[in-house]
């Protein structure tokens, strides 16, 4: 199920309390400043981090379910919880002493990690990325710039995808390596880059970075394990957009309950009913299908509905996010200016959710999947 468990609400109300002892409001969250460290920190003490990072320690289900907790709670948690899950999915199974660092030290909370794909010409269609891991007679140099990177100005390191440029490659730019860089080597450069979501976004720059084989995790299935990273998480993005809009509905229903308007409690408008009537609608049977949608794409092969797995994940980032979208904005408009304030919760709800509908795949790439798996099969 979408909705938490009682194990994992314990955890949650766990959290909650541990990051109250550090002066944060769950009532008004986004009003104080959490850093990833500190994300991260409160996340290891109550043990969730172990769920994002061991492939054994929690299936779809699970970690659709924290990810739905963790931001009704703060959207800042989730996004320290997600991330190390990411940058670190696709090193398992490599034996080298600096990959198997890496996913101890994110498992602890110890070291942030970033996922880096995207390039300025290379979103959605990673196969069009320019940067390069080419052999040298000392072993590999990597050379490229990495843009739109969460984490991608923190990150203690970089899970990078890039061409295999090798003399001899029969097809060159046909291979493709996963390369985990420490963001202390020499040849690392990076800048932040501001959004309209509060989001630690940045730049990497990779000018001639010495690569031994032991950072090497593949030099031929690095575009398989990348897409195999995103196709894992995809439906966990809806479960998050999710969890915001049901945060935000619950805002602007006791937000509704308790503020007058001449003489009035809002909610005994009949429009402002209506209205989170409707957004309750939206919200309970996006929640619906997102559930559904999470069942299916557990499956192995193609489901009784006749669909794989693959376009099931497609449909629960779609519907999670879209939905989500419509629940939001609404409550951002039954909330009036209040809904315009920065440090309001609706307020970053809102920018936060805007931004789902683009990363790890943007709503129109998904029903792009949807479509192929509909039509093409015929």
């Not at 998480?233 to 509704?256: H, I, K, N």
Request: aromatic fraction near 6%; hydrophobic fraction near 40%.
């Amino acid at each position: 199920m979408i909705r938490t468990t009682d194990g994992i609400e314990l955890t949650l109300k766990q959290l909650c309390a541990r990051l109250q002892e550090t002066g944060w409001d769950p009532v008004f969250p986004y009003r104080t400043a959490l850093t990833t460290k500190q994300a991260l920190a409160v996340l290891s003490d109550v043990g969730l981090l172990p769920s994002a990072v061991d492939p054994t320690g929690g299936d779809l289900s699970s970690r659709c379910a924290i990810r739905y907790g963790l931001c009704r709670l703060d959207v800042r948690l989730d996004l320290a919880w997600v991330m190390q899950g990411l940058s670190t999915d696709g090193l398992h199974g490599s034996s080298h002493a600096p990959v198997e660092k890496c996913i101890s030290q994110a498992r602890s909370g110890e070291t942030v990690g970033s996922f880096a794909l995207t390039e300025l010409n290379a979103g959605s269609d990673l196969r069009g990325i320019e940067t390069t891991l080419a052999r040298t007679a000392s072993g590999w140099r990597l050379n490229g710039t990495k843009t739109y990177l969460t984490h991608g100005a923190t990150a203690d390191f970089y899970t990078v995808l890039a061409k295999v440029d090798a003399a001899g490659d029969d097809d060159p730019g046909s291979r493709f390596a996963l390369v985990v860089v420490p963001a202390s080597i020499v040849g690392v450069e990076r800048r932040a880059q501001a959004l309209v979501a509060s989001h630690p976004m940045g730049t990497v720059r990779f000018a001639n970075v010495e690569v031994c084989e032991e950072q090497i995790v593949t030099c031929e299935d690095g575009m398989k394990s990348a897409l195999r990273t995103l196709s894992r998480f995809r439906p966990t993005v809806g479960a998050a957009a999710m969890g915001l809009a049901r945060r935000a509905w619950d805002e602007a229903y006791t937000y509704c309950c308790n503020r007058t308007q001449g003489g009035r409690v809002l909610s005994d408008n009949r429009l402002v009913q209506m209205r989170l009537v409707d957004a309750r609608i939206q919200l309970e049977t996006g929640e619906a299908l997102l559930d559904r949608a999470v069942k299916e794409s557990s499956s192995s092969g193609q489901s009784p509905s006749g669909l794989l797995p693959i376009a099931w994940s497609s449909m629960a980032k779609l519907q999670g996010t879209e939905s989500a979208q419509q629940v939001i904005d609404t409550c951002v408009q039954l909330h009036g200016a209040r809904g315009l304030d920065r440090n309001h919760t609706v307020a970053h709800l809102h920018t936060s959710i805007r931004a789902m509908r683009i990363y790890e795949g943007a709503s129109d790439v998904q029903r792009h999947i949807i479509m192929n798996a509909l039509f093409n099969s015929r």
